[in-house]
């Protein structure tokens, strides 16, 4: 089971919105693995909170890296599901992951220029 932790919180001048972005991402970077789901949403962006089993949908949403609310019907979550079906298509897909692991995943699938999984968040 994963801890919850909560992101850095940046004052004062000089707190620009891509630094915090940044250090609200490093505190799952800590995390040994993540669940594939959890892997999905924080490549798209969004934060997973603690016992996350699906991705949000329509009615719902999350608050991103960027720690905004986002609604379940951005194009982050659409993506999300999309990269979440294509890792569970896999033969023997495993249910952890090292993050380094899946990013690397992510870079390298291009099945075809449909299928190629590109995000901000991967850059």
Request: net charge negative.
């Amino acid at each position: 089971m994963m801890n919850a932790k909560i992101p850095a919180q940046l004052y004062g001048e000089g707190s620009s919105q891509e630094l915090q972005k940044l250090t609200t991402l490093s505190q799952y970077i800590e995390y040994e693995t993540w669940t594939p789901l959890w892997a999905c949403l924080l490549v798209c962006g969004i934060q997973p909170t603690e016992g996350c089993t699906e991705i949000p949908n329509n009615d719902g949403g999350a608050i991103g890296l960027d720690n905004c609310f986002h609604s379940g019907n951005e194009d982050s979550f659409y993506h999300a599901r999309r990269i979440l079906k294509l890792w569970e298509s896999r033969e023997n897909a495993p249910a952890k992951v090292r993050p380094a692991d899946f990013v690397a995943w992510c870079k390298t699938y291009d099945n075809s220029h449909l299928n190629k999984i590109n995000t901000d968040w991967l850059s």
